[in-house]
């Protein structure tokens, strides 16, 4: 059972790389197209915020590429420093997109309350469950063991896959927010809109890979648990 933990895990890294890979590309490729509105990126975040009524969030630059995120605790829309500046269909997808978290939070979407009461637990969860689970598998090892730790370990790991799935609902309405907007908003044109549409796309795919990986770790888990209490 070990060695489907291995394959899934490799499979799923593979998975994982080929979207990112995917992702970058498309980002590259639609970072050359101009949009018609020849808004950049900080002034698109700042019109989606003052258009949905939004007037404490801040809009800052920050390093590295794809590192574009809305903060709740200090509300603020960051955005990497190529997306701030950018002029492209790339940089108003992402600058909206982060936006479209900030319209979340402001109208306490319900799917982003229940993540954001999550994460105190996902904190714990992510940074126990893995040595947990190897624990309970190594005592499990020595003759049968007690199966109580593998348990502990798995329900931990659960939290995690649980943020993962509803992370999933999350990033899809930010992005249908996002797009909506930047067509009634006339930030891009429909031909634009659908190259934002596709960027997005491939951005969600990260989490829903993500989502798969920890529920196909899970379930592998779980087996290994029902396999070894049998014996």
Known sequence: MTIGIIAVSVLFMLLGMAVQFRLKSKFSEYSKVPTSSGLSGQEVAQKMLRDNGIYDVQVTSVEGALTDHYNPLNKTVNLSADVYAGRSVASAAIAAHECGH?????????????????????????????????????????????????????????????????????????????????????????????????????????????????????????????NRSRD
């Open 102 to 226: 900030a319209v979340q939070h402001a109208t306490a979407y319900s799917m982003l309350m229940v993540r954001s009461k999550l994460v105190p637990a996902v904190q714990i969860s992510s940074t126990l469950s893995q040595w947990v689970i190897i624990a309970g598998l190594g005592f499990m090892g020595f003759g049968g063991g007690n199966p109580t730790i593998l348990l502990i370990g798995i329900v931990l790991f659960a939290v995690t896959t649980l943020f993962t799935l509803i992370t999933l609902p999350v990033e899809f309405d930010a992005s249908a927010r996002a797009l909506t907007w930047l067509n009634t908003a006339k930030i891009t044109t429909a031909p634009e809109k659908e190259k934002a549409k596709d960027a997005l796309k491939w951005a969600a795919l990260t989490y829903v890979v993500a989502a798969l990986a920890s529920i196909a770790m899970l379930v592998q888990y779980i087996l290994i648990y029902q």
